[in-house]
């Protein structure tokens, strides 16, 4: 099983698409193993984002994801990764297919509603930025073998 880091952005909290995104997760066979509202300091998203330290939006990704509560999970599932990121779509909510997250609910790039880790070294790296070991719970899907 593998475990990624995903966020909900301050606009995706701020329009009440929560419910609707975890339900997309869950849906999809995925289990949410920890999962918390938070806003997040200035320091967390520099060091969540700091691959993007220097560039032009830099500044105004770290205000957007600071600018109202998140709610941040930790999702497992076989190639969980991979399998969250097709969900979530394109960066750019204008390139993002329909049936996506982003394409679906999100109008331009920095609104994009939601964060999902890019890779295996980003999500051990991020969820343990913003969980501790004992936030994250075991549990089985009573669906688990129809999943796999
Ligand atoms: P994320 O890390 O948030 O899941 O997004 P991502 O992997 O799809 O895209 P990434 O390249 O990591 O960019 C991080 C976030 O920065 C904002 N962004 N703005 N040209 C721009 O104005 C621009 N490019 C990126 C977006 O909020 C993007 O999600
Ligand atoms: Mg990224």
């Not at 419910?19 to 997760?25: D, F, K, M, P, Q």
């Amino acid at each position: 099983m593998e475990r990624t880091f995903v966020m909900i952005k301050p606009d995706g909290v701020q329009r009440c698409l929560i419910g609707e995104i975890i339900s997309r997760l869950e849906k999809k066979g995925l289990k949410i193993v920890a999962m918390k509202m938070m806003k997040i300091e200035r320091d967390l998203a520099e060091r969540h984002y700091a691959e993007h330290k220097g560039k032009p939006f830099f500044e105004s990704l770290v205000s957007y994801v600071t600018s109202g509560p998140v709610v941040a999970m930790v999702v497992e599932g076989k190639n969980a990764i991979k399998i969250v990121r097709t969900l979530v779509g394109a960066t750019n909510p204008a390139e993002a297919a329909p049936g996506t997250i982003r394409g679906d609910f999100g109008m331009e790039v920095g609104r994009n509603v939601i964060h999902a880790s890019d890779s295996p070294e980003s999500a051990e790296r991020e969820i343990a930025l913003f969980f501790k070991p004992d936030e994250i719970v075991e549990y089985r899907r009573i669906d688990e073998d129809w999943l796999y």
